[in-house]
T-cell receptor
Framework: DQQVKQNSPSLSVQEGRISILNCDYT??????FLWYKKYPAEGPTFLIS?????DKNEDGRFTVFLNKSAKHLSLHIVPSQPGDSAVYFC???????????FGKGTKLSVKP | AAGVIQSPRHLIKEKRETATLKCYPI?????VYWYQQGPGQDPQFLIS???????DKGSIPDRFSAQQFSDYHSELNMSSLELGDSALYFC???FGTGEINYGYTFGSGTRLTVV
């Protein structure tokens, strides 16, 4: 049973516009959520994280929003750039041992 | 800065053979995690080690074993390989398990193909 769900396998956005990537989870024990970016033939690269005690975390063009009541988080990229084109994984941890549970990823394509 | 090094990058094995994947964490990192990503799938947690002891176990088959050595590098040993073991195997490292808010650093992965 998938505990972290990314229901959109792909997303296409025009350069300069906002990209919104969504993630839903089922386990209310998760206390940290992370977004990773992955290029082909490379390992996932950490982007941004958010603790369950917060509802927003911002780092440059990247902002993650957390809605605990809805068990939903989203990653906003503004403005989107062609170099942002990659697969984005949402991941969660319950903090007990530190291992991460990943979603299936969303492939973002930013068109010039 | 030094990253997580995985070797080999690519590996082709026949069914029923054995394979050993290696992971060298970032210097000072004492925790290693192994993940398996099948084609079109999300990375699945296999096993982790902290200070050379197994700290958590995920969906690792009994045919697989792993250990962390005194220099903190880790090896994933896979025996009686099956076609379904073909996947990308990622290793990640961290300093302890408390820095999760900074994310873990992943290696570039080993692509294992079983034929």
């Amino acid at each position: 049973d998938q505990q972290v769900k990314q229901n959109s396998p792909s997303l296409s956005v025009q350069e300069g516009r906002i990209s919104i990537l969504n993630c839903d989870y089922t386990n209310s024990m998760f206390d940290y959520f992370l977004w990773y970016k992955k290029y082909p033939a490379e390992g996932p690269t950490f982007l941004i994280s958010i603790s369950s005690i917060k509802d927003k975390n911002e780092d440059g063009r990247f902002t993650v929003f957390l809605n605990k009541s809805a068990k939903h988080l989203s990653l906003h990229i503004v403005p989107s750039q062609p170099g942002d084109s990659a697969v984005y994984f949402c991941a969660a941890s319950d903090g007990s041992q530190g291992n991460l549970i990943f979603g299936k990823g969303t492939k973002l394509s930013v068109k010039p | 800065a030094a990253g997580v090094i995985q070797s080999p990058r690519h590996l082709i094995k026949e069914k029923r053979e054995t394979a050993t994947l290696k992971c060298y964490p970032i210097p000072r990192h004492d925790t290693v995690y192994w993940y398996q990503q099948g084609p079109g799938q999300d990375p699945q947690f296999l096993i982790s080690f902290y200070e050379k002891m197994q700290s958590d176990k995920g969906s690792i088959p009994d045919r697989f074993s792993a250990q962390q050595f005194s220099d903190y590098h880790s090896e994933l040993n896979m025996s009686s390989l099956e076609l379904g073991d073909s996947a990308l195997y990622f290793c990640a490292s961290s300093f302890g398990t408390g820095e999760i808010n900074y994310g873990y650093t992943f290696g570039s992965g080993t692509r294992l193909t079983v034929v």
